[in-house]
């Protein structure tokens, strides 16, 4: 177990909505990274928050965009939903930018 | 852009046999890690190799990095059915601390 806990875990909304998910990171961790892995990929880079700043982002629309609170806590929000958002989110978590990243479980997001 | 090409993507084999999988790129990277995902769960790291020609070993698996520093392998001695799962690699770029570029994965089933 890594200590960095994502919710929910599974999640269906309809197309056009919004969806917020969260990250609880490992305690002490300043760094938290959101990925996009679609079914049967390898994970895709959306951003990284850095002492609550965004520091880095992906080819992502500016649809998806993020919080990290003073607790390191953070959050995914994405905005106007597609077919194609259905994914796994995972959301890594580090003590500074290039050490070692832990990973959460992930929720599983599908849009109808 | 900077890309991962993973190979193969699907590997399927007995118990005992012995398997690469190969992760290449024409670009340079300054770590690369190799991680192993269950289903529904996040990734979770197995190796990090930082210096060119660098062999790192763990336990049946053997990881390379490239002397270039754009490619990496890894080789499992004896495939058990416990190693079944996706493993994935992934590229840290120069002063991208933290935002990993990851390859498409290889799915591997270790028959008993």
């Known amino acids: 177990e890594t200590g960095v806990t994502q919710s929910p875990t599974h999640l269906i909304k309809t197309r056009g909505q919004q969806v917020t998910l969260r990250c609880s990171s490992q305690s002490g961790h300043n760094t938290v990274s959101w990925y996009q892995q679609a079914l049967g990929q390898g994970p895709q880079f959306i951003f990284q928050y850095y002492r609550e700043e965004e520091n880095g982002r992906g080819n992502f629309p500016p649809r998806f965009s993020g919080l990290q609170f003073p607790n390191y806590s953070s959050e995914l929000n994405v905005n106007a939903l597609e077919l194609d958002d259905s994914a796994l989110y995972l959301c890594?978590?580090?003590?500074?930018?290039?050490?070692?990243?832990?990973f959460g479980q992930g929720t599983r997001l599908t849009v109808v | 852009t900077q890309l991962l090409e993973q190979s193969p993507q699907f590997l399927s084999i007995q118990e005992g046999e012995n398997l690469t999988v190969y992760c290449n790129s024409s670009?340079?990277?300054?770590?690369l890690q190799w991680y192993r995902q269950e289903p529904g769960e996040g990734p979770v790291l197995l190796v990090t190799?930082?210096?060119?020609?660098e062999v790192k070993k763990l336990k049946r698996l053997t990881f390379q990095f490239g002397d270039a520093r754009k490619d990496s392998s890894l080789h499992i001695t004896a495939a058990q059915p416990g190693d079944t799962g996706l493993y994935l690699c992934?590229?840290?770029?120069?002063?991208?601390?933290?935002?990993?570029?990851f390859g498409q994965g290889t799915e591997l089933s270790v028959k008993p």
């Open positions: 190799v930082v210096t060119g020609g």
């Open positions: 890594a978590s580090s003590l500074v930018m290039n050490t070692e990243a832990f």
């Open positions: 992934a590229g840290e770029g120069y002063n991208q601390g933290g935002k990993l570029i």
């Open positions: 670009s340079v990277f300054s770590s």
